[in-house]
């Protein structure tokens, strides 16, 4: 939630489903479009590679995107999608 880096250090960022089980998504959101520059890209997993990975645990799990309003739609595939920074 808190990463040692500074504002803006990475040009991508890959999640591996992280972001749908901690505690606080939204902060965890944050925390990454924090440390991403700006025209980064940040390709994470779609809701549908996470039912199929964890088709319980991932029931009605999806990712509060207004929270990181400076990530943007990109690219969407049917198990990863990516955002860039504004």
Not at 5 to 30: K, M, N
Not at 32 to 52: M, N, S, W, Y
Not at 57 to 67: D, E, F, I, K, T
Request: proline share 7%; hydrophobic share 35%.
């Amino acid at each position: 939630m808190n990463m040692p880096f500074p504002d803006e250090s990475f040009d991508v960022i890959f999640d591996f489903g992280t972001c749908y089980y901690t505690t606080h998504p939204e902060q965890a959101l944050r925390e990454i479009e924090r440390v991403l520059k700006t025209d980064g890209l940040f390709v994470h997993e779609t809701p549908i590679a996470q039912f199929i990975s964890h088709p319980i645990r991932s029931s009605h799990r999806s990712l509060p995107w207004h929270a990181a309003l400076r990530l943007c739609g990109e690219r969407n595939f049917l198990l990863w999608a990516s955002k860039r920074k504004q």
